[in-house]
């Protein structure tokens, strides 16, 4: 499986952006998706997963503000971010993950200005 992300910038606080990630290969494989956060001196966070069933998970700081999801074909993810602050700012990654592997995509940075 292979993961393409795109969609990071820069923007102003209190800005939006949204994240894609297009998964190819063996996708039918893939039961979840997600994405990940790391910003500098830091550990990589989950920010939010979506299981294939479409139940999602969010990090607390990110709750109301961020909104994860699928296409109806399931190889492709978004992430909706909305209401961004500074403390956003990291290189977000996007995962797959199947009953066996978890699938890395290559990072976009999310730069906030305040």
């Known amino acids: 499986v292979q993961l393409q992300a795109s969609g990071g910038g820069l923007v102003q606080a209190g800005g939006s952006l949204k994240l894609s990630c297009v998964a190819s290969g063996s996708s039918f494989s893939i039961n979840a998706m997600g994405w990940y956060r790391q910003a500098p001196g830091k550990q990589r966070e989950r920010v939010a997963v979506?299981?294939?069933?479409?139940?999602?998970v969010y990090e607390d700081s990110v709750k109301g503000r961020f909104t994860i999801s699928r296409d109806k074909a399931g190889n492709t993810v978004y992430l909706q971010m909305n209401s961004l602050k500074p403390e956003d700012t990291a290189v977000y990654y996007c995962n797959a993950a199947s009953l066996m592997h978890a699938y890395w995509g290559q990072g976009t940075q999310v730069t906030v200005s305040s």
């Open positions: 979506i299981a294939s069933g479409g139940i999602a």
